[in-house]
């Protein structure tokens, strides 16, 4: 087994983890394009107990929350990168636009989201606290956006009519 999972996977992994008395942390996001603030982010995340795993939206689940031309790097892809962390222990997909399922099927023992969110609006936060999970918030690491870096590629590439010959 690897570890890009199904649910249905992970959920037999899950008893282990209980008896060794091992911390489930769970993070979610579309991370289309993986960098230094995603990094950061997940590091964090992963100091907080033993395994972390990460829900990744499906494809069409980030088309529908960010637009139609999201994301910019295909799902088997963002999730063979995800799963290449040393910080990451298992990715799972969720085909929703938000991981509320998916964190009711993983019961984590601690649900992580960023600090830019209020915690009573972090899906699931409810729920993780109802059994005596922990809720954290993680400060993301500033200038740091999967936001800027498309703006800045359109900045370069388009707005300045910038051509890299070796790539045409």
């Not at 999967?146 to 359109?154: E, G, Q, R």
């Amino acid at each position: 087994m690897g570890r890009i999972i199904s649910v249905e996977d992970f959920l037999s992994l899950r008893d282990e983890f209980r008896k060794e008395g091992k911390r489930v942390v769970f993070t979610n996001g579309c991370f289309d394009i993986i960098h230094r603030g995603h990094i950061d982010y997940l590091t964090k995340a992963k100091r907080l107990g033993e395994i972390l795993v990460v829900g990744l939206n499906s494809d069409a689940s980030v088309q529908r929350i960010k637009g139609k031309n999201r994301p910019i790097v295909k799902g088997e892809d963002r999730a063979l990168i995800l799963s290449s962390l040393v910080c990451v222990d298992y990715v799972i997909f969720f085909e929703e636009d938000t991981p509320e399922n998916l964190i009711r099927a993983v019961k984590p023992d601690i649900l992580v989201k960023g600090a830019d969110w209020k915690e009573e609006a972090i899906v699931g936060s409810g729920f993780v606290k109802s059994y005596g999970g922990k809720v954290v918030r993680i400060e993301y690491l500033q200038g740091y956006s999967t936001s800027a870096i498309i703006n800045k590629i359109i900045d370069i590439y388009c707005k300045k009519g910038y051509r890299d010959e070796e790539t045409v």
